[in-house]
């Protein structure tokens, strides 16, 4: 049977047997069979570069080959894949390696907590201590944070789409403006200070500051060195835990295995999933200070937390990308490399969009979602997976594996560059006017 009509007919197939809910396989409208490092294969045999890395989590690329020999390996000897949290030479391997290799360099001292598989039930995880710790309820969060999904998360999740979705009123938070949310010359900072030094501004002293260094569902926002280390202070002259969701960022995608390194911070907890597995396995984990560890035995549980084959996966990841700095060096020379490339493509139309990111998480601001949707499109027929992202998904984020090969790479941009410029010469000439008076 001819591949492509196969394909179609099992797209169809997916579309009375799974729920509306499913979104990726309407963006990427293809059946996926197999994928190596940045590049799948649809079953009609089509190869897709992959720059969206399952949203974060492929840092490593799919079905990295030196991770995937411990995992089978590990398959291999019966070894305990689930086993609650109880304890395994896995699980120990992955706390003292993860120690060593990580965080004793950077002179960072957590413990380990290991949460449900989802990046959503660890934030849960680290609001719910947040609160114990202080006793207070409020959660300070940043206007287009995303922190994932279920009603605690939900809560600091800024996104009208998804709060609605909740279905019940989330209370608890209060949102306070992003680095740059009222442009350069505002330092708003400065007003989260104010407000939560004043015992008058009404709003409740915070339990905890929850932030993303970079924020990766709501536009590729970078947050300066300055910014972030004022957020650090003013948590810890109002008591609130500080609290970092490293869940897209973190694990090598600014260039660093934190993004917050290079500001010299020291969160109260850090919240790890996406690419902490190594091999797109469901893992995620909280780091903790010793001193606002307080849960008693068995407060935050679940039945899949510190699965083994992901930690055994984690661990082989820590072994062979992070005992040198070679790797680290290497990302942020391709991310100045793709952000080059990326303003380039801005000059070449006038300077109309905006690049932003650090390391390898780059966002190309379109203004516009019309345009970021239509170039989108049409990078994939091209062959190029994106994704947008943004209040209005008028971004493209490019996500590439940090692993990918300098050929695959190129392509991808040139995918992306002649996507845009077919766009913009398709788009109306109003539409255009509306773009460049924008500016
Ligand atoms: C993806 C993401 C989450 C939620 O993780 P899930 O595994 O989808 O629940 C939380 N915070 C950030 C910053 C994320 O990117």
């Known amino acids: 049977m001819d591949g492509a009509i196969s394909g179609s007919r099992n797209l169809q197939a997916l579309e009375t047997l799974e729920s509306n809910v499913r979104l990726y396989s309407r963006s990427f409208p293809a059946f996926f069979s197999r994928a190596r490092g940045s590049i799948m294969l649809t079953e009609s045999g089509r190869k897709v570069i992959d720059f969206l ?5 492929l840092n490593y690329g799919h079905n ?35 120690s060593s290799v990580i965080l004793r360099d950077r002179g960072l001292k957590y413990r380990f907590q290991f949460t449900g598989p989802t990046g959503a039930n660890a934030i849960e995880a680290a609001l719910k201590l947040s609160r114990k710790v202080t006793g207070r309820q409020n959660i300070i969060s940043f206007t287009h944070g995303y922190h994932g999904l279920s009603l605690g998360a939900l809560a600091a999740t800024s996104n009208q789409f998804h709060r609605k979705a909740g279905g019940v009123s989330l209370s608890s938070v209060t949102f306070m403006p992003y680095d740059g949310y009222h442009g350069p010359d505002v330092d708003t900072a400065d007003h989260v200070r104010k407000v939560l030094l004043d015992k008058s501004s009404g709003i409740d002293s915070p339990a905890a500051i929850l932030v993303e260094s970079v924020q990766g569902e709501g536009g590729i926002n970078v947050a300066r060195k300055e910014w972030l280390q004022s957020i650090q202070a003013i948590a810890k002259d109002t008591d609130a835990l500080f609290i970092v969701d490293d869940v897209q960022m973190g694990c090598g995608r600014t260039g660093d295995f934190f993004s917050f390194e290079f500001a010299g911070l020291s969160p109260d907890i850090v919240v790890l999933s996406k690419s902490l597995s190594g091999y797109g396995l469901p893992l995620s984990i909280l780091l903790v200070k010793e001193e606002v560890d307080a849960w ?12 083994n084959l992901a930690l055994v996966s984690a661990t082989a990841a820590i072994n062979i990308y992070w005992r040198s700095q070679t790797f680290s060096q290497g990302v942020h020379q391709m991310g ?33 979602a019309e345009i970021a949707e239509a170039t989108a499109r049409s990078a994939f027929e091209k062959g190029l997976i994106i994704e947008r992202c943004g209040p209005v998904d008028q971004v493209i984020k490019f996500l590439p594996a940090l692993t990918i090969d300098s050929e695959t790479l190129n392509q991808g941009l040139q ?12 788009t ?12």
């Open 296 to 307: 008693e035995p068995g407060e935050h549980t679940g039945t899949f937390r510190g699965n």
């Open 336 to 368: 100045e490399f793709v952000r080059r490339r990326l303003d380039t493509i801005s000059r070449q139309h006038g300077n109309s969009f905006a690049v932003r990111g650090r390391g390898m998480a780059l966002g190309f601001d379109c203004q516009m």
């Open 415 to 426: 995918i992306f560059e002649e996507s845009l410029a077919e766009t913009l010469k398709q």
């Open 428 to 439: 109306g000439p109003s539409l255009r006017e509306t773009l460049y008076s924008s500016q």
């Open 53 to 57: 890395s399952g949203a974060g989590a």
């Open 64 to 98: 990295n080959h030196r991770i995937k020999a411990a995992i089978t390996e590990y398959l291999a000897s019966d070894a305990v894949v689930h086993g609650l949290d109880m304890g395994t030479p896995a699980k120990l391997e992955f706390m003292e390696t993860f």
